[in-house]
Each structure stands twice: as C-alpha cells, then as structure tokens.
C-alpha cells in the first residue's frame, strides 16, 4: 500500500527539526547563517538568489 506524504506535513517537520538544531548551536554561542556564492551572471541564477533572499 502507498503512502501519501504531504508537503507541507514534510516541510512543517522539517522546520520544527531545523529550529532545534538551531536553538542547539545558539546555545553553543554559534550564530547560524547562510552563505550564497554565485559565480557568473546568468539571469536565472540571479532571480533565485533574489528569491532566497
């Protein structure tokens, strides 16, 4: 029998794990953050970044 997996089930679990591993290393005195490196110009690849923002 298949299972039906939710997405927003998935990502809601997903979060609530990412938020614990974050109030881990905050404790840790780490200050989590994200990097974006880009290399070139492509316009695709600048309307992502702008989107991740």
């Known amino acids: 029998m298949a299972n039906i997996l939710l997405g927003k089930d998935v990502a809601d679990k ?3 794990l990412l938020i614990e591993r ?3 290393l905050k404790a840790k005195g780490i200050e989590p ?4 490196v880009r290399v070139g ?3 695709d690849d600048l309307s992502y ?3 991740a923002l």
């Open 14 to 16: 997903a979060t609530e």
């Open 22 to 24: 974050v109030e881990k």
């Open 33 to 36: 953050t994200l990097a974006i």
């Open 41 to 43: 110009e492509n316009e």
């Open 49 to 51: 970044e702008r989107g």
